[in-house]
């Protein structure tokens, strides 16, 4: 099985600062979802950024389909970024207001140069909005005509457009009502089953809902103040936490009553 | 409706345009009882919030009637409802870190409602007493290191614990009936935890009344009972919690309950296989 995604040993630290990653490692193999989980403080956000090429290990290292990937050298950046792609939380600002639903689409295509022909760029684009279960025809409307559910959508139209293998996903549905929430879980959940196209798209969910990631992820990295406390299967993990933190982390979480 | 009593009764917010984005709502609340109030975002909820407090937008108008104690707030002048806030209803809502004045210390802006209530009283405070009783307040929410905190501005501590203070601050005025607009949204999910158990705790002890607004049944089920669920401005269904979660009976809340069901299922057994 190949290794998608790998963190080894990755320490980050501002300058001067103490470090707020310490030796981090994980890897994801295809065909799973993996949920990176924490809360205020845990490191996420820093994690995230080096995962996206937009910082770099003070030590330790990232691989990409297991080959070691630096950010600093422009052409493996841009080869990364054909593989890994991104979206955000905020369904509002991740969105340029003034581009058509089209253009958006199309900009990761474009700037990757995979391809600039409009006509191929047009099938690319009403292929990918297809595949998150909306109409082609949207391409020459603007963001604004769209709820929040059906902007992450398009953003998430615009990520696999360029046909990934990895969609790191930072808190995709935090900002979304919950019955809008389950709709893009499972779309995303569809993305790695490969239901979208004849390609597959693992996702890595960075998110503090426990309940998302249960939803969505195979497996579970589990991160505190820079270090991993825990990873594993995320049923193994929910059903026998082994650190003391991802037990009070699981405690934590309101739950509907039981009602038998 | 004695003290601590909240009877809303055809509320109707309307924007300038005519448009109605919260229609005909109506339910009571009990002195010393509580109500959970959950929807979606455009759901109304927040200014059902703001209405009840008449501190609606501008542009934005109530008809209906509001009955809080013994003022009738729609339509009363702001020199009433200056002795309504605070003393009668307070509130706590989703971002302390907006709610707060940032050019002010947590003291300061605790000093201030804990004064005007001993004046209310006929008991006013001396610079010792107000300190004290600042202290004490912020210890009540169980925030470490009271006189620290005191001295703190806003941004100076952390999310929780700027929830905490905001708490105290509601509560200086010791009002009957507390509002708490999303309260824990914004916090990490052990912090939630431990702010929900001191809501709790301290709505309990006070015998206050508890109107508590969220998107979040889990969250709901755990402070309220009984709940109203908005849809779109329009109270489509309410009852016993227990009783929605297991018969729903609006197609609205179905699908609302299904969605959380299937989240809170997933913590049991993870991703289906």
Not at chain 1, 228 to 236: A, C, N, S, W
Request: charged share 25%; hydrophobic share 45%.
């Amino acid at each position: 099985m190949t290794t998608l995604l790998e963190a080894q040993d990755v320490t980050f630290a501002y300058r001067r600062g103490q470090p707020v990653l310490r030796d981090v490692s994980f890897a994801m193999e295809a065909g799973t979802n993996l949920g990176l989980v924490g809360e205020s403080g845990a490191g996420k956000t820093t994690l995230l950024r080096i995962l996206l090429g937009l910082a770099v290990p003070t030590s330790g290292r990232i691989l990409s389909n297991e080959t070691p990937f630096d950010a600093r050298d422009r052409a493996q950046l841009r080869a990364y970024r054909r593989v890994t792609q991104t979206m955000f939380q905020d369904p509002y600002s991740s969105l340029d207001p003034r581009q058509t639903i089209g253009r958006i689409v199309a900009e990761p295509l474009r700037s990757l140069g995979i391809t600039r022909d409009a006509g191929e760029l047009r099938v690319r684009v009403a292929e990918a909005l297809r595949s998150v279960g909306l109409p082609d025809d949207i391409a020459d409307r603007y963001p604004h005509e769209f709820s929040g559910g059906q902007r992450q959508r398009i953003a998430i139209a615009r990520a696999i457009a360029p046909r990934p293998k990895v969609l790191l996903a930072d808190e995709p549905v935090s900002a979304l009502d919950v019955t809008t929430r389950i709709r893009v879980i499972d779309l995303l959940a569809e993305l790695g089953r490969g239901e979208g196209g004849d390609y597959r798209t693992a996702v890595v969910l960075v998110s503090h809902d426990l309940g998302a990631v249960a939803a969505l992820c195979d497996r579970v990295v589990i991160l505190d103040r820079g270090t991993i406390v825990e990873q594993g299967g995320t049923r193994d993990v929910l059903r026998d936490p082994q650190d003391a933190y991802t037990r009070r982390l699981l405690a934590s979480v309101p739950r509907l009553p039981r009602l038998d | 409706m004695s003290a601590g009593g909240l009877v809303v009764d055809g509320l109707t917010i309307s924007a300038g345009s005519g448009a109605r984005l919260l229609s005909d709502l109506s339910f009571a609340i009990e002195p010393g009882s509580r109500l959970g109030l959950i929807g979606e975002s455009g759901s109304g909820k927040s200014l059902t919030a703001l209405a009840i407090i008449g501190l609606l937008p501008e542009g934005l108008t109530a008809s209906g009637s509001v009955r809080l104690a013994s003022h009738e707030i729609v339509g009363a002048p702001e020199r009433e409802l200056n002795g309504v806030r605070g003393r009668d209803v307070a509130v706590v809502f989703q971002e302390p870190l907006t709610a707060l004045d940032p050019l002010m210390t947590i003291g300061r802006q605790l000093v201030e409602p804990l004064r005007r209530r001993a004046i209310a009283d006929g008991e006013p405070l001396s610079r010792r007493e107000a300190a004290l009783a600042v202290s004490d307040r912020l210890a009540e929410v169980r925030l470490p290191d009271p006189d620290r905190i005191a001295g703190a501005y806003p941004w100076e501590i952390s999310g929780g614990q700027r929830q905490r203070a905001a708490l105290a601050i509601a509560l200086a005025g010791r009002p009957r009936l507390l509002i708490a607009d999303e309260p824990t949204t914004a916090l990490d999910v052990t912090v939630q935890s431990d702010v929900l158990d001191l809501l709790d705790r301290l709505v309990d002890e006070r015998g206050m009344s508890l109107l508590f607004i969220s998107h979040d049944l889990a969250v709901v089920a755990r402070v309220a009972p009984r709940v109203v669920v908005l849809e779109r401005g329009i109270a489509v269904e309410s009852g016993e919690l227990r009783d929605l979660l297991t018969h729903p009976a609006h197609a609205y809340t179905r699908e609302f309950v299904a969605s959380a069901r299937e989240l809170d299922a997933a913590l049991d057994w993870g991703v289906p296989q």
